[in-house]
């Protein structure tokens, strides 16, 4: 390994201790979750080690080309639904210095591992099991399994580096985001229905060795070692070929020409469209709530959320509910991806309102408006965004003709907005308690400070507890006007927690104005961690 490889993984390594040494309340708090979660991912790889080294050859058989299956769409997919995609070179950063194009893809690779802790240890788990089985040979697993870690560590970075230039051109991404998320629920869907369940079950038992993840678990199990062997190695080769031509590609794409400015018909168009806080609300308000539209509006980060809430969400849910059916204490369909949509849209929404600032968030304390003004034009942009969501969601319902009675329009709405109230008043304290700089062109990546998504893992039960205690006593007492009662009481719950906490953020922002600023100025390194 290059001195050059060896100095930037260095910088990585030691940037990723100075985040995490600092003093901090929530540095126990940060590896109690972290042990949790890997924790859970190597008990997953236990027990697929204890079925791979206790299960008869048969079993291996037709189970081994499912569990690698599933280890590979899991791999390539996860990073992209969840649009938590690792640790990545920022290529604008890192094309500064002398580095050859080849050493900076093997640290393009290495920090791509990033993303596959969970599937590497499920991975691991399996191969020590089959190495274990006394009806496997022992010297076939390891080599199987790492020629397949490697396709899929190459197919990976080719698939992310090709997904951020095609995210990057205008008009083209929402079409990319679309089709991924479609791709994504589409075995969510195929296991709903009984064609569907059909089609599993003749994928779980005849798998074509000419599958990368079939061809992995023939060699493995030492059958057909070498047509396995020739074509897991022949796929490998592929997805190296491709990870190579696609970073090449990226480290010479233009970020700047493919986001440039549509026509001017469309400019007029969108212009119309931003102007309606002008007839509702008074300048300077009027003219900050637009701001805040047109930044949210223009931001790829933001965009493919926002059509991920009414997409993805839709799909994603449809077979859990039944097609749209209710369940016990009147939770239906539209509530339930509408409370979907609501938890993506508050990670670019609410958790972070200034990300997309960043160092002009300084004009916010020298120009005339108060700051409290800047941040009621915050919180009403994101609640007009709220509102186009269930709006949507609502039109997708209809075009997949789920049953919508006026019940649940109503309670989709009503419910959404109640959960809105809880989360501005969380978001308006920590965007200013825990601001972070947001590049808004990434498509990819977290808007919020991974320590207080740590914190939101524990207060997400508090936030929703007010709506599900009203579910909850709509069921047991069978009364629909309870659930309704219940509902107010947690609206004005809502009003007084939102009262209370932007004057809390605005005098927190007023006494910590330099912290506040000087997170929000420091400048993105050579990586980028999503």
Not at 264 to 272: D, L, V
Not at 453 to 482: G, H
Request: charged share 15%; with cysteine.
């Amino acid at each position: 390994m290059s001195s050059h490889v060896l100095a930037i993984l260095e910088a990585q390594w030691k940037c990723t201790w100075h985040l995490l040494a600092r003093p901090s309340g929530g540095r126990v708090l940060a590896g109690a979750l972290w042990m949790f979660w890997y924790g859970l991912w190597a008990f997953l790889g236990v027990a697929a080690g204890l079925f791979t080294g206790m299960a008869s050859r048969q079993d291996l058989e037709s189970m081994l080309p499912a569990i690698l299956m599933g280890a590979c769409l899991f791999w390539q997919l996860a990073p992209i639904l969840t649009t938590d995609a690792g640790a990545s070179l920022n290529v604008r950063k890192i094309l500064l210095y002398p580095i050859p194009d080849g050493e900076l893809f093997v640290v393009e690779l290495l920090l791509r591992l990033s993303a596959a802790l969970e599937m590497l240890l499920v991975l691991a788990g399996t191969g020590i099991g089959l190495a274990l089985n006394p009806a496997v040979p022992r010297w076939l697993p390891a080599p199987a399994l790492l020629i397949f870690v490697t396709f899929n560590l190459f197919l990976s970075a080719g698939l992310r580096s090709l997904l951020e230039r095609l995210l990057a051109i205008r008009r083209v991404r929402e079409l990319v985001v679309l089709f991924m998320v479609t791709c994504g629920a589409l075995p969510q869907l195929l296991g709903s229905s009984e064609r569907g369940r059909a089609l599993r079950r003749l994928v779980v038992r005849r798998q074509s060795v000419l599958l990368p993840w079939t061809a992995a678990a023939r060699l493995a199990l030492g059958n057909q070692i070498v047509l396995a062997l020739a074509i897991l190695c022949a796929a490998t080769a592929a997805a190296y070929a491709f990870s190579r031509l696609q970073f090449r590609r990226s480290l010479r794409f233009d970020v700047v020409a493919a986001r440039s400015a549509g026509s001017a018909g469309s400019a007029r168009f969108t212009g119309r469209l931003y102007a309606w806080p002008a007839a509702l609300f008074r300048d300077p308000l009027a003219a900050l709530v637009e701001k805040e539209l047109r930044t949210m509006a223009r931001s790829p980060r933001f965009r493919v959320v926002f059509l991920m809430g009414f997409s993805f969400g839709a799909i994603i849910w449809w077979p859990l509910m039944h097609g749209g059916h209710s369940v016990p204490g009147g939770l239906s369909y539209p509530v339930v991806v509408s409370g979907y949509a609501m938890i993506l849209l508050a990670e670019v929404a609410f958790w972070n309102q200034f990300g997309f600032d960043r160092s002009a968030a300084q004009l916010y304390f020298s120009a005339p408006p108060p700051f409290s003004l800047v941040l009621r034009a915050k919180n009403l942009a994101g609640m007009a965004f709220v509102v186009l969501e269930i709006a949507l969601i609502l039109l997708v319902c209809a075009l997949l003709r789920v049953p919508l009675p006026l019940a649940s329009i109503v309670q989709a709405i009503l419910v959404t907005l109640v959960f809105a109230l809880y989360f501005l008043s969380v978001g308006n304290l920590s965007s200013v308690y825990q601001p972070r700089p947001v590049n808004p062109e990434h498509s990819y990546g977290r808007s919020s400070a991974g320590r207080f998504q740590l914190y939101m893992l524990l207060l997400f039960p508090v936030v929703v507890a007010p709506v599900a205690l009203a579910y909850l006593a709509a069921w047991y007492f069978q009364s629909r006007a309870l659930f309704y009662e219940i509902l107010a009481i947690d609206a004005l719950a809502g009003v007084a927690c939102y009262s209370f906490a932007t004057r809390a953020a605005v005098a927190a922002a007023e006494a910590r104005k330099e912290e506040f600023l000087t997170a929000l100025g420091q400048s993105a390194g050579p990586f980028v961690t999503q």
